[in-house]
């Protein structure tokens, strides 16, 4: 009898939905969630020098490939300018293809004249030797100038260590030194924040980890200064889970087309089930 009020117990509790376990969205209800950039990047000179121009301020917004400061680079600037002369220019190659045509030449009609019994056997050697010579010397040019080329890149790679770019979109939030200062590899220049995407971090106990995918779709909204709903997907979620407070971290990755909605907000998430 007492077996049967008990299962009668359970069964009455799973229809009221005391025994249910709870879905993802639930277990989700009042997660901490907070809102910020997709990275962050602390940007140096790879290369020592004084700065020639720091070309942001900070809340500055920048593309990719976009020049931020550049060292003072003349002596530098003028080695790769001549690098690039020699590099395109073809004088050796014409002048010793013209000196090697004409030993060529001499060395036929002084062949011409041997076979007629004319000149000896000696100058026919002496003019041919200056002919193979002279060929060699249009395969020297030749490999001078791709040297050059060679050259020219090596040096437009150093002239391009002087200058910093930016490595994604963003945004200028920090500015640490300004033209005419000392810059090196070990002392930011300036801090450039990725908005677009920005990045979601959801701290979920631990019960909801096996609910909880890659690629998985999500609703974030804002708390402030919008509270806007958007959509984010999620990109990470923590192979471990957090012992003393059970919780576990799922980063999810949320568009913010023209970087509108700034970073550093908090948020409340919901999972699709």
Wanted: contains cysteine; charged residues 25%; hydrophobic residues 45%.
């Amino acid at each position: 009898m007492r077996k049967q009020v008990m299962i009668f117990v359970a069964a009455l509790g799973l229809l009221t939905g005391e025994g249910r376990a709870a879905s993802l969205a639930e277990l989700a209800s009042g997660a901490s969630c907070l809102i910020g950039p997709n990275h962050s990047y602390k940007l140096a000179m790879p290369a020592p020098g004084a700065l020639a121009v720091v070309n942001v301020e900070r809340s500055d917004k920048v593309a990719k490939g976009d020049i931020i400061a550049q060292l003072e680079s003349g002596v530098e600037q003028s080695q790769v300018e001549a690098a690039r002369v020699r590099a395109s220019t073809d004088v050796q190659i014409r002048f010793k293809t013209a000196v090697a045509d004409s030993a060529a030449a001499k060395a036929e009609r002084l062949g011409r004249l041997r076979a007629a019994a004319i000149t000896n056997q000696q100058t026919l050697e002496d003019a041919e030797a200056a002919a193979n010579a002279a060929k060699a010397e249009v395969e020297q040019a030749m490999l001078d100038k791709k040297m050059a080329g060679f050259d020219l890149k090596r040096l437009e790679a150093t002239l391009e260590r002087r200058t910093l770019r930016a490595p994604a979109n963003g945004v200028i939030t920090a500015v640490d030194l300004h033209t005419g200062e000392f810059a090196d590899p070990a002392n930011p220049i300036v801090t450039l924040t990725e908005i677009d995407p920005l990045r979601v971090d959801v701290y979920l106990p631990a019960a909801a980890y096996p609910l909880v995918a890659v690629g998985a779709h999500a609703r974030i909204t804002p708390k402030e200064p919008s509270n806007e709903r958007r959509e984010a997907e999620v990109i990470t979620k923590d192979p471990q889970i957090d012992a003393s407070s059970g919780l576990f971290l799922v980063q999810l990755r949320l568009p913010n087309p023209g970087g509108i909605l700034p970073a550093g907000v908090r948020c409340e998430v919901e999972f699709e089930n």
